[in-house]
T-cell receptor, first 117, second 116 residues
Framework: DARVTQTPRHKVTEMGQEVTMRCQPILGHNTVFWYRQTMMQGLELLAYFRNRAPLDDSGMPKDRFSAEMPDATLATLKIQPSEPRDSAVYFC???????????????FGEGSRLTVL | GDSVTQMEGPVTLSEEACLTINCTYTATGYPSLFWYVQYPGEGLQLLLKATKADDKGSNKGFEATYRKETTSFHLEKGSVQVSDSAVYFCALSWANYGGSQGNLIFGKGTKLSVKP
């Protein structure tokens, strides 16, 4: 049963600490997304990659957030330094997208709930 | 730019009531349209989709028809159950085209609560 795996599921940290969230996309998927969900803002796109290349990270605060795909089986989202306003659930999603081959469907992980005190 | 607008929630219904959640979109051309559902404590999962005008997506008793004349994709179910309580997201995508497309554009979500 293919699924997107995210770690950690829950993280509580103090302001100023570095936080790294990891995602293992579904094997064979070439597009990976990072979303942030809060009660106030709903779902926000932070960044996404196709074939490991970043396509759009305009939704991400560049001074403290960074997203990478070291290889096709791992995507990371790092916050340094973290702030209380970063408290949210962070979702990774993967899919198959591209010229005339994409389906548009995304498969979401269960999310990483971050609390910054 | 492209956008999705769906009705504000929360929506509270009694079991076996009829459900309609409105969704309209703004886009140049004809994107693919989706409904995703998020159960408490979980990630989003695809509920149904339609890739061209007049297509009807259906799953688990839910239906939505792609109406290009009204740029709408309303979600309907004839008889809801307590287990349908969740947040429902309407979305559009251009994933079948090249370039940087492939992103899903989501509406803000509509929370549905079904009471026994």
């Amino acid at each position: 049963d293919a699924r997107v795996t995210q770690t950690p599921r829950h993280k509580v940290t103090e302001m100023g600490q570095e936080v790294t969230m990891r995602c293992q996309p579904i094997l064979g998927h070439n597009t990976v997304f990072w979303y942030r969900q809060t009660m106030m803002q709903g779902l926000e796109l932070l960044a996404y990659f196709r074939n490991r290349a970043p396509l759009d990270d305009s939704g991400m605060p560049k001074d403290r957030f960074s997203a990478e795909m070291p290889d096709a089986t791992l995507a990371t989202l790092k916050i340094q330094p973290s702030e209380p306003r970063d408290s949210a659930v962070y979702f990774c999603a993967s899919g198959l997208g591209g010229e005339r081959t994409g389906t548009g469907e995304l498969f979401f992980g269960e999310g990483s709930r971050l609390t910054v005190l | 730019g492209d956008s999705v607008t769906q009705m504000e929630g929360p929506v509270t219904l009694s079991e076996e009531a009829c459900l309609t959640i409105n969704c309209t979109y703004t886009a140049t051309g004809y994107p693919s349209l989706f409904w995703y559902v998020q159960y408490p404590g979980e990630g989003l999962q695809l509920l149904l989709k339609a890739t061209k005008a007049d297509d009807k997506g259906s799953n688990k008793g839910f239906e939505a028809t792609y109406r290009k004349e009204t740029t709408s994709f309303h979600l309907e179910k004839g008889s809801v159950q307590v287990s349908d309580s969740a947040v429902y997201f309407c979305a559009l995508s251009w994933a079948n085209y090249g370039g940087s497309q492939g992103n899903l554009i989501f509406g803000k979500g509509t929370k549905l609560s079904v009471k026994p």
